[in-house]
C-alpha cells in the first residue's frame, strides 16, 4: 500500500473477502499452505575457511520432519542432512566454499519446502595495494590560463582570468551559485582515477567541487568535496595542491567548481588527471595511547544511507556488494581511516525488510561486519530516526486542533499544535519521552544490537541528533504535551496555571513556563533525557561491555545569533534547550558526546 510496505514473490491463489479479517486469521492461513518458516543466524560468511550455518526453525505443529540441502550458486547440490529429524536449531558445518550466493532449503515430507540463501564473500581485498604509494598514470594536464574551449566547458556567471605570482589561474563569477564545469573523457572504466588540483590561496574562497558524469542532470554524489580559504586561516598567497581519490560511474564526467557564498569566488589554475592502477596503499598510522581502553577514532561518517553513490558500484547483493565494502576498507586504510558511521535506523525506522531506502541488501550491517572483522576496521550503527508507525486514524485533520493528540507520541509544540510539516531545522514530529516513542525505538536498536554483538569490528551505536531527529527534544519550542506538564509539577512542585479544557493549551504552557520557570523547566526536560541516554547506554552494554553510545549534537553554530560570540556557553545552552545536559553524563562509562559542526553553519547560512 506504500512504500514501508514491500514483498518479492507470487500471487498463485488470490482470495476475495466479505469483510476484513484478523491477523490472527491471515497467519493461520499462511500456515495451512507453510507449515513451518525458518532463518539463518548469519547470511555473510567469508571464503577459504570453514563456515558454520545455523538455522532457526519454528513449526506450526508437531511431528515436521525437516531435511535439509546446500544449493551452490549453480544450483548443484552441495551437501544434504541423511534423515529428517525435529530439532528446532540445525548447525551444518562447511567446507571452505568461493564466494558467491548459496541457499539452504528446507524440506518436509510432502515435498513443501523453504529457502533462504546466504552469501560467501571474498577474504583477501584486491582493492588495497601492497605497494608504497599510488601508481599514478597522467591521463590529462589542463592548465586554466584561459578559458577551455566550449566542447568542453560550460559556466554559470562570468567567469575571469586571474593571476598569482605569475600563475593564471579561473575564477568564478563571486556571486552565491556562480561555477564552471570542466568536462574530461576517461580512457577506460577503471573506475579508480585522481584529480589532482592547484588552487590560488590568497584571498577568501569558498568552494564546492563536485565530480560527476556530464550527462547526469541531478547529482550522483561520486566526489563532492571543496576547499575553504581565508577566515581565520591567514592566506598564504601561493598555490597550493589538493588531491582527491574519484570512482567513476561513466567515461564522461564533468569537474564543477561553485563559489558556495557571496565575495568567494571558486578558483583553479590547473587540473590533472591520473589514471589509478592496481589498489590504494595503507597509510602508515602511529597511534595514540589509548584512553579509558579506547584510542580515538578517526572516521568515515554518513549521514544518509548513501554509501554506493561514492565508490561506482550498486548496492545490492554479491558482487557488488562484496565490491563496495572492499572498495571502502581500502579508500578508509588508504586515508587513515578506522571506523566507519553508517545508518541502521534512519528517517522512517529500522533499515531492512520493512523499510529499505536506497536499496540495501538483505541485513546489510551483517555483511559490513563480517568483511570488517577481517580488515580489522571498526564500525558504528548510527540512529537518524524522524518517524515511526503510529495507529491508523491517530492523527487527523481534527486532532491536530482539537487538543485530543496530547497523551500521544506525537511532540506538542509552543503552537499548541504538533509540527506543521516542517522537516530539517525544526524540531521533532514526536516526543521521545513519551513510551511509545521509546519502544519504538528500543525494538529497533536490538535488532542492530543482536547482529552487532557477536562481530569485534562492532564498536557501537551513535545517535545522530540533528534538531529534527527523535530520539530528543530538539529545541525549545516542542515538547509542551500534558504528561510532560504533570511530570514537571510532580517533580519540581511548580504547578503550571493553564485551563486544560483549552485545545491550544501546548501553547499556554509554552508561555507561562519560558516567562516563569524557563531554567527550571529546562533542568527537568534534561533530567528526564539524562534519563532516557542511560537507559540506551546501558542496553547496549548490556549487548556486550565495551561497546559505546555515541551522543552526537549537530545544534547549528548559528553567527546571526546575539549571543554566539558574547555567550561561552552558547552551544552548550542550545544542546540543554533540546535535553542534554553533558554534566549529567559524567557518570556513565559508555556514553561519549560528540558536538559535530557543519562549516555551513557558522561561514555563511
Known amino acids: 500500500q506504500n512504500s514501508l510496505e514491500q514483498a518479492d514473490g507470487l500471487i498463485d491463489e488470490l482470495r476475495i473477502y466479505s469483510a476484513p479479517i484478523e491477523d490472527r486469521d491471515v497467519v493461520d492461513l499462511a500456515w495451512a499452505f507453510q507449515p513451518f518458516s525458518f532463518g539463518l543466524a548469519s547470511s ?67 515435498n513443501i519446502s523453504s529457502d533462504k540463501t546466504f552469501h560467501v564473500m571474498g577474504r583477501v581485498n584486491p582493492e588495497i595495494s601492497r605497494a608504497q604509494g599510488l601508481d599514478l598514470r597522467l591521463v590529462e594536464t589542463l592548465v586554466l590560463d584561459k578559458i577551455p574551449g566550449k566542447d568542453r566547458f560550460d559556466s554559470v556567471g562570468e567567469p575571469a582570468i586571474r593571476e598569482l605570482n605569475g600563475t593564471k589561474y579561473l575564477e568564478a563569477a563571486a556571486t552565491k551559485g556562480s561555477r564552471f564545469a570542466v568536462r574530461f573523457l576517461l580512457p577506460d572504466d577503471g573506475p ?89 596503499p595503507e597509510a602508515k598510522v602511529a597511534l595514540p595511547r589509548p584512553v579509558d581502553g579506547w584510542n580515538r577514532e578517526v572516521g568515515l561518517y554518513f549521514e544518509d544511507p548513501a554509501i554506493a553513490y561514492d565508490f561506482a558500484i550498486d548496492n545490492s547483493p554479491l558482487p557488488a556488494l562484496d565490491t563496495l565494502i572492499n572498495r571502502t576498507a581500502a579508500y578508509m586504510k588508504y586515508s587513515g581511516q578506522s571506523l566507519l558511521a553508517y545508518p541502521g535506523i534512519w528517517y522512517q525506522g529500522l533499515i531492512g525488510e520493512r523499510y529499505n531506502p536506497r536499496n540495501h541488501p538483505e541485513d546489510f550491517i551483517d555483511a559490513w561486519l563480517t568483511k570488517f572483522d577481517a580488515e580489522g576496521l571498526g564500525y558504528m550503527a548510527t540512529i537518524n530516526q524522524n518517524n515511526m508507525d503510529v495507529p491508523d486514524g491517530m492523527i487527523t485533520r481534527r486532532k491536530i486542533s482539537d487538543g485530543s493528540l496530547h497523551g500521544t507520541c506525537v511532540s506538542i509544540w509552543d503552537t499548541g499544535k504538533p509540527n506543521p510539516g516542517g522537516w530539517h531545522s525544526t524540531p ?91 531554567e527550571q523547566w529546562i533542568a527537568w526536560r534534561c533530567k528526564e533525557m539524562t534519563r532516557w541516554f542511560k537507559l540506551l547506554a546501558g542496553r547496549v552494554a548490556s549487548a556486550r561491555p565495551d561497546l559505546r553510545l555515541c551522543i552526537n549534537s549537530f545544534i547549528p553554530a548559528s553567527p546571526v545569533h546575539p549571543d554566539f560570540i558574547s555567550d561561552p556557553d552558547y552551544i552548550d545552552n542550545r544542546n540543554r534547550e533540546a535535553g542534554l545536559d553533558a554534566a549529567q553524563l559524567k557518570d556513565a562509562p559508555n556514553i561519549i558526546i560528540c558536538q559535530s559542526v557543519v562549516p555551513a553553519d557558522y561561514r555563511w547560512r
Open 44 to 110: 555473510y560468511f567469508l571464503s577459504n575457511g570453514p563456515i558454520r550455518l545455523t538455522a532457526h526453525i519454528t513449526r506450526r505443529a508437531r511431528p515436521c520432519p525437516l531435511s535439509w540441502k546446500i544449493l551452490g550458486p549453480d544450483g548443484a547440490s552441495i551437501t544434504e542432512s541423511g534423515k529428517p529429524d525435529e530439532r528446532d536449531a540445525i548447525a551444518i558445518d562447511l567446507p571452505a566454499l568461493k564466494p558467491g550466493t548459496y541457499t539452504m532449503r528446507l524440506s518436509v515430507a510432502d
Open 192 to 280: 579508480r582515477y585522481c584529480f589532482e588540483l592547484d588552487i590560488p590561496d590568497d584571498k577568501l574562497r569558498t568552494a564546492d567541487i563536485i565530480a560527476q558524469s556530464s550527462s547526469f542532470r541531478g547529482s550522483e554524489y561520486e566526489l563532492q568535496v571543496g576547499y575553504c580559504a581565508g577566515d581565520e586561516y591567514a592566506n598564504q598567497h601561493k598555490i597550493i595542491t589538493q588531491r582527491y581519490i574519484y570512482h567513476a560511474l561513466s567515461r564522461d564526467v564533468s569537474l564543477i567548481f561553485m563559489t558556495a557564498r557571496p565575495n568567494a569566488p571558486a578558483a583553479a589554475a590547473e587540473i590533472r588527471l591520473y589514471k589509478i592502477s592496481g589498489g590504494l
Open 428 to 518: 521533532p514530529n514526536l516526543n521521545i519521552l513519551h513510551p511509545d516513542a521509546q519502544k519504538a525505538t528500543l525494538d529497533a536498536l536490538d535488532e542492530i544490537l543482536k547482529t552487532g554483538a557477536r562481530h569485534p569490528s562492532f564498536k557501537g551505536v551513535t545517535l545522530h541528533l540533528t534538531r529534527h531527529c527523535m530520539q530528543w527534544l530538539g529545541d525549545i519550542r516542542a515538547g509542551y504535551n500534558d504528561y510532560m506538564i504533570d511530570g514537571f509539577t510532580r517533580d519540581t512542585g511548580i504547578s503550571v496555571p493553564v485551563d486544560r479544557a483549552d485545545p491550544l493549551r501546548g501553547k499556554r504552557y509554552a508561555e507561562w513556563l519560558l516567562a516563569n520557570a524557563r
